[in-house]
């Protein structure tokens, strides 16, 4: 009996000793360090400097303040990073490494992962058929210029030939005269000698009346020769001109054809990059902005037995800011936005990478200048990273004041030479604590969907930092009207005691 219970006490010991290294293990996983920044005064203390990373507290981490919250508001766990977010949906393994690289590298998982999906192959077709299409159109531009350069240019040697024609008629003429005067002398002007032999004192007269006609003969002569040669040349140069002129017609009829063909592959591209965005955004959207239905495969993790509505609505509840409640509805009704793969169309209405998806939500959906008309920032702005500038808009909030609306970053690429971090938007916990949801989009051939809340890994992608987006001050902003902030209030009351929503599939 007494080497039974020294037995059970070492063995009690040794499950001490597990327990501990186990707890200093999750211990050791919940120490981030992410990048800080100076935050208004009404945001959560920030570390002194967003250069040097600083440590977050266990205690941040596990119990985070939400200020004056309703009893029962979550209290965010620590979570292991997951391991499928860095390939496609149903994928085993990488895709072969596109061949496409784009210009400005994407955020989110990434090419180097192998990920490509048909808009990112077609919109690299379509940089080519771009480029082709403008050289065609150069080259065209180009040969009816020529056209037109030669046109005016036989214009002006049609005259030219015409005036020649002209001085040969006129010349001939004269040379016609002066022969009928000389012919009327004899022999040419020849036989005239005679009478100036024997005309006496008048015989240097008549001399020079002949030297004269001879001369005048002469010149008429030479003045026929010039103008025929003038015209020959005339001729010559409208031959060689007619030849060049149905060359350069040729070559913009040529033209013509190359930049219909690349006009043509242009738009249809165009039209199947316009085919893929067949998805419209929710329409089914209730008065407080929250979508009344879910779509298919875009609630993840178990966020379907909840229910869209409910998640949006309890997100909306627990929003940090009003801004944030209504960047929460716009990122709801986009949900099933296709993600943009490389970056490709991600300023497109109903397609986003992870950057845009969170910065137009704020721009379009609460009116803060976090993007604009045809811009939307990276990730470097957000953490900030790669030299860049931190945006003032995202000021720094401790893991443990995270509320809803409030952008979680990630280092998907930690080992380096990856163009891309990720970030996504942090919806609370729609059940007093027992789950945590985020809304994203990271997954080439994949849409923007509501998955269980990463939490705050230090392995795997670890955890960067947490922003809060704020209005800088003189900013006008979007405030949620009486009627959306009523209906958030009346469908808050009617869900916190309703049973889970049963998920409707459509398709």
């Not at 531009?141 to 240019?153: M, P």
């Not at 010349?171 to 100036?196: E, K, R």
Request: hydrophobic share 40%; proline share 7%; aromatic share 4%.
């Amino acid at each position: 009996m007494r080497h039974l219970t020294r037995q059970t006490a070492l063995t009690v010991a040794l499950v001490a000793v597990m327990v501990g290294a186990l707890t200093g293990t999750a211990l050791a996983d919940v120490t981030a360090s992410p990048t800080s920044a100076s935050a208004s005064p009404s945001e959560a203390s920030p570390s002194p400097t967003d250069v040097t990373p600083s440590p977050v507290a266990s205690s941040d981490l596990t119990a985070p303040s939400h200020g004056s919250r309703p009893s029962g508001d979550p209290v965010i766990p620590v979570v292991g990073n997951p391991t499928t977010s860095a390939r496609p949906i149903g994928s085993t393994s990488p895709s072969p490494t596109p061949s496409y690289v784009p210009s400005q590298p994407s955020d989110g998982v990434g090419l180097l992962t192998g990920q490509v999906d048909d808009y990112l192959a077609l919109s690299a077709q379509r940089e080519a058929a771009a480029a082709t299409a403008t050289a065609a159109t150069t080259t065209l531009a180009s040969a009816q210029a020529v056209v037109v350069s030669l046109q005016t240019e036989q214009v002006r040697l049609a005259l030219s030939s015409d005036a020649a024609r002209d001085v040969v008629t006129s010349t001939q003429a004269n040379t016609d005269d002066v022969a009928a005067q000389m012919y009327q002398q004899g022999d040419g002007g020849l036989g005239a000698i005679a009478t100036i032999v024997t005309s006496g004192p008048d015989f240097l007269t008549s001399l020079s009346n002949v030297t004269y006609m001879h001369d005048v003969a002469n010149g008429a002569v030479m003045d026929s020769l010039t103008a025929r040669a003038e015209l020959d040349i005339a001729v010559a140069q409208e031959s060689e001109l007619g030849a060049r002129l149905t060359a350069a017609r040729a070559a913009e009829a040529a033209a013509v054809t190359a930049n219909d063909a690349a006009q043509a592959a242009l738009s249809a591209i165009d039209a199947q990059l316009s085919a893929l965005d067949i998805m419209p955004p929710q329409v089914a959207v209730g008065p407080d902005g929250c979508p009344t239905e879910n779509i298919v495969t875009t609630l993840r993790g178990g966020a379907e037995a909840i229910g869209a509505a409910a998640l949006c609505r309890k997100a909306v509840a627990q929003a940090a800011t009003p801004q944030a409640a209504l960047a929460i509805t716009w990122a709801f009704q986009h949900l099933g936005a296709s993600y943009a793969c490389g970056g490709a169309g991600r300023l497109l209405p109903f397609r986003a990478d992870c950057s845009s998806f969170v910065s137009r939500a704020y721009h379009e959906g609460a009116g803060l200048a976090t993007a604009g008309e045809g811009w939307a920032p990276s990730t470097r702005t957000m953490v900030p990273w790669d030299g860049a500038a931190l945006d003032p808009h995202y000021a720094y909030v401790a893991p443990g004041g995270l509320r809803a609306g409030d952008l979680v970053l990630y280092d998907t690429c930690p080992q380096g030479g990856c163009a891309y971090k990720h970030v996504v938007m942090y919806l609370g916990s729609p059940d007093g604590g027992r789950t945590f949801w985020m809304i994203h989009t990271n997954a080439c051939g994949d849409v923007a969907k509501v998955e269980p809340f990463w939490g705050f890994p230090t392995s795997g992608s670890p955890f960067l930092v947490a922003r809060r987006v704020v209005a800088l001050p003189g900013e006008t902003v979007t405030i949620p009207t009486a009627a959306q902030a009523a209906a958030t209030r009346t469908a808050m009351s009617a869900t916190a005691t309703s049973a889970p929503v049963t998920v409707k599939r459509t398709g």
